[in-house]
């Protein structure tokens, strides 16, 4: 599947082949309005058969495998996306819009490091052992070894295809075990490709299986109810999450969640205030602000606000929407006509609420091939009480509300006064006040002065609504792994 301008046909890849059958769906390309691929909805039997093939990989040549041997696959793997990079990049834009410069740079590359890193993670654990005395005056040695869990579900959103399926498989492989992935019917391109490379690279057939489809009843629901599958790894909405919960529950399957957020982000007066704004701006506006981890939530200590917001305002102006390849465009579209009117639904909301719009809050005039798609403009408000709609609920479009504050203590209790707890942003230059207020903050992760800064050796996921567990480094292994405690008397 090289990626050029025809309609492309992604079918579901199980046991190591792309295989007919399911009912047919449309992929859009959100910049353009228009249809760009028809993928395949796998139907039960369908699943049946990937969670089969992925139970035989396990038990097969994948499982007896050296470390040394897995290990270099996933270089291998790595090696297979960065040889395609074109392709994926291309695949990535189709499904999503977004700018050529930002899948350059983000998307694809994180794809591959997501292998790299892992096989890295998964040769460098920490192993626990404790001695013991026994009961009769000997001794014992107790020593943990790691076990694959099995077949692992991956489902995977739209916002960063390639970024986040991988952020999943890799060290889910990386452990053992095969994988059964579906990723968003939205965004279902580069997953497809990324069966192409696992065959390309001679991964064992059923190792890493690709089903396409919907949530209830459908790809997503036959996945997460299978009795074997044993975890099922997912980053999504809140919402969907607890409906897999509830689906998961009967099989008592283990699960890890990273789900939405209502992230706040708190400038202090004596915050370096250009790298302030250059830095928010990015992170409410990057990706048209589906980024799980942005801002949308900004608490400005009051002598700067007017400052702040100014520079916030030129900033959002100054974004260029169109199509991805077009020269100096940085903004791109949401990912479906009907996420668009939701955004929009929160844009009136706002105002609704008595928000002073600063800039945006309607639909970009576009012409062309991109006045068909689903843009809508960079929008800042201030004004906006603290307990608004829009500022309890996740819009995940690029937009934040901008809210003044007179002492830290009171932007502490705002930042906090959330039923989510994903990620948070401190803007300051005194070092106590960065640590103590991002010690404060209820979120799985809190950066000082800078913003979507990885090191995948450290714990992610979300506390409160945001999500269960963590993953990165050894935490995604202590995820992906259980241990088998063995006790030896001496
Ligand atoms: P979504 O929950 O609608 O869909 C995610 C995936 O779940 C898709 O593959 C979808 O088909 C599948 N799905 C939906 N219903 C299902 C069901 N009942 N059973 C099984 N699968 C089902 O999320 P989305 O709209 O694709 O992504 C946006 C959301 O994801 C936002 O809320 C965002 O905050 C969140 N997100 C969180 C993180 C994080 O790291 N915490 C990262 C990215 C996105
Ligand atoms: O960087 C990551 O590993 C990660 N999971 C990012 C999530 C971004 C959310 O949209």
């Not at 965004?187 to 299986?209: C, H, I, K």
């Not at 009907?338 to 945006?360: N, P, S």
């Given at each position: 599947m090289a990626f050029s301008s ?74 297979g996306i960065e040889k395609r990079f074109d392709d994926f990049l291309a695949a990535e834009i189709a ?5 050529h410069g930002?899948a350059h740079?983000?998307d694809i590359p994180?794809g591959a ?49 390639l ?26 391109s580069t997953?497809?490709l990324?069966?192409e490379v ?126 991805p390849e ?165």
């Amino acid at each position: 599947m090289a990626f050029s301008s025809e309609t492309r046909h992604l079918r579901n890849y199980v046991g190591g082949c792309f295989v007919d059958g399911g009912r047919p769906f449309d992929v859009v390309d959100p910049a353009t309005g228009k249809v760009h691929a028809i993928a395949y909805e796998a139907n039960r039997p369908i699943v049946d058969a990937a969670v089969a093939a992925a139970r035989r990989a396990v038990e097969g040549e994948w499982g007896r495998m050296t470390l040394a041997r897995r290990r270099s696959m996933l270089v291998a793997v790595a090696e297979g996306i960065e040889k395609r990079f074109d392709d994926f990049l291309a695949a990535e834009i189709a499904d999503t819009g977004k700018p050529h410069g930002l899948a350059h740079h983000l998307d694809i590359p994180r794809g591959a490091a997501n292998f790299r890193v892992f096989a890295d993670v998964i040769a460098n654990l920490p192993a626990e052992s404790f001695e013991m005395d026994t009961p009769d005056g000997g001794r014992a040695l107790n020593y943990a070894v790691r076990r694959p869990l099995g077949v692992v579900g991956v489902i995977s959103p739209w916002n960063l295809p390639l970024l986040l399926m991988t952020w999943k498989v890799a060290p889910a492989l990386a452990c053992g075990n095969a994988v059964v992935v579906k990723p968003s019917e939205e965004t279902p391109s580069t997953t497809t490709l990324l069966g192409e490379v696992m065959s390309a690279v001679g991964m064992p057939d059923g190792v890493f299986n690709v089903i396409h489809g919907f949530g209830p009843d459908s790809a997503g629901e036959f996945l997460t109810s299978h009795p074997g599958v044993r975890a099922i790894t997912f980053t999504g909405e809140t919402r969907t999450g607890a409906a897999i919960m509830r689906a998961a529950a009967p099989t008592v399957k283990a699960l890890s969640f990273e789900l939405g957020g209502k992230n706040p982000a708190v400038v202090f007066a004596d915050a370096d205030l250009n790298a302030a704004v250059a830095g928010l701006s990015r992170a409410v506006f990057l990706n048209t602000g589906q980024v799980c981890l942005a801002p949308e939530r900004i608490y400005v200590e009051r002598s700067v606000f007017d400052a702040f917001v100014r520079g916030m305002k030129a900033r959002a102006e100054a974004l260029k929407p169109g199509l991805p390849e077009e020269a100096g465009v940085d903004f791109g579209p949401l990912i479906s006509d009907e996420h668009r009117q939701k955004v929009l639904g929160y844009y009136r909301m706002a105002v609704e609420d008595g928000a002073q719009v600063v800039t945006g809050g309607g639909i970009p005039a576009l012409s062309g091939e991109a006045a068909g798609g689903f843009f809508v403009e960079p929008t800042l408000w201030t004004g906006l009480a603290h307990d608004a709609r829009v500022c309890r609920e996740e819009v995940f479009g690029p937009c934040a509300a901008i809210i003044p504050f007179d002492s830290e203590e009171e932007a502490v209790r705002m930042a906090n006064d959330t039923e989510y707890g994903l990620a948070a942003s401190i803007w300051t230059t005194n070092l106590s006040r960065g640590h103590r207020v991002a010690a404060a903050m209820e979120v799985g992760i809190c950066w000082v002065n800078s913003w979507f800064l990885r090191d995948l050796r450290t714990a992610f996921g979300g506390a409160k609504l945001s999500g269960v567990g963590r993953e990165g480094g050894v935490h995604s292994v202590n995820f992906y792994s259980e241990p088998t405690n063995i006790c030896i008397r001496l």
